[in-house]
């Protein structure tokens, strides 16, 4: 029997629910986002958060684009076990976020290759173009987790080293993280404008591990998306 796969809207508690329990960061990325839940056979397996014009990912001046409405960064792919492909999820998230946002002319994404060991599969499973290596970007380690200084802010309201030692753990750290970065162009013109940029794709050099979890109830979706895998 084949699987109904289904993407919609999720709420933010739904949505939180799966980035805590199904991907590594345990969080939600901090600032505005859209929130795309994915069902499998009726049951909730995780959501696909996309970042609006929030921090230095979503800078588009690089690309000539406005950040506020022309580039987003897909922040979470966070899934429970599942039998669809995560490259045919993601396809259909950005279908529907393009519906909604229109004028969105580009996506980028990372992959944690020192964190995680992820060499970007699911993006190169998609087509998207890889870019090369991220800037350094500073993450914070507290209490041995590594925590990107946006969720720092989002959680205590302040992301200053200083403060963080001071009042969660005397023993945190400013740690390097350097990511692989892909980018998904929405329009013929994008991609043209883009290709350049294009480097061979990274090789896997450590198989991540899937995080597991107890599955998550319903959200209540406002519209029904199904395809039929």
């Known amino acids: 029997?084949?699987?109904?796969?289904?993407?919609?809207?999720?709420?933010?508690?739904a949505a939180k629910y799966a980035c805590q329990h199904w991907h590594y960061s345990k969080c939600m990325p901090a600032g505005k986002s859209v929130k795309i839940g994915v069902w499998e056979d009726g049951s909730y397996i995780g959501v696909i958060v996309f970042s609006m014009g929030s921090g230095n990912a979503t800078r588009g001046d690089k690309y000539g684009l406005k950040p506020k409405n022309e580039v987003a960064e897909l922040g979470r792919v966070a899934l429970d076990s599942h039998k669809s492909p995560v490259s045919k999820m993601i396809s259909i998230a950005i279908r529907l976020l393009h519906e909604q946002s229109p004028k969105l002319r580009l996506l980028i994404s990372f992959a944690d290759r020192e964190r995680?060991?992820?060499?970007?599969?699911?993006?190169?499973?998609?087509?998207?173009?890889?870019?090369?290596?991220?800037?350094?970007?500073?993450?914070?380690?507290?209490?041995?987790?590594?925590?990107?200084?946006?969720?720092?802010?989002?959680?205590?309201?302040i992301n200053s080293l200083e403060w963080v030692k001071k009042n969660v753990d005397s023993n945190a750290h400013f740690l390097?993280?350097?990511?692989?970065?892909?980018?998904?162009?929405?329009?013929?013109?994008?991609?043209?404008?883009?290709?350049?940029?294009?480097?061979?794709?990274?090789?896997?050099?450590?198989?991540?591990?899937?995080?597991?979890?107890?599955?998550?109830?319903?959200?209540?979706?406002?519209r029904?998306?199904?395809v039929a895998a």
């Open 116 to 157: 995680m060991g992820h060499h970007g599969g699911i993006y190169q499973a998609g087509n998207w173009i890889y870019s090369g290596d991220s800037a350094t970007d500073h993450v914070i380690v507290i209490f041995g987790e590594r925590v990107h200084r946006r969720s720092v802010y989002a959680k205590y309201g």
């Open 1 to 13: 029997m084949p699987t109904t796969l289904k993407l919609d809207w999720a709420t933010h508690e």
């Open 224 to 226: 029904s998306n199904s």
């Open 176 to 222: 390097s993280n350097i990511k692989h970065r892909y980018l998904m162009p929405l329009d013929k013109e994008m991609r043209k404008r883009i290709e350049p940029l294009a480097q061979p794709y990274p090789k896997r050099v450590t198989k991540a591990s899937t995080s597991q979890g107890e599955a998550a109830e319903h959200s209540r979706p406002t």
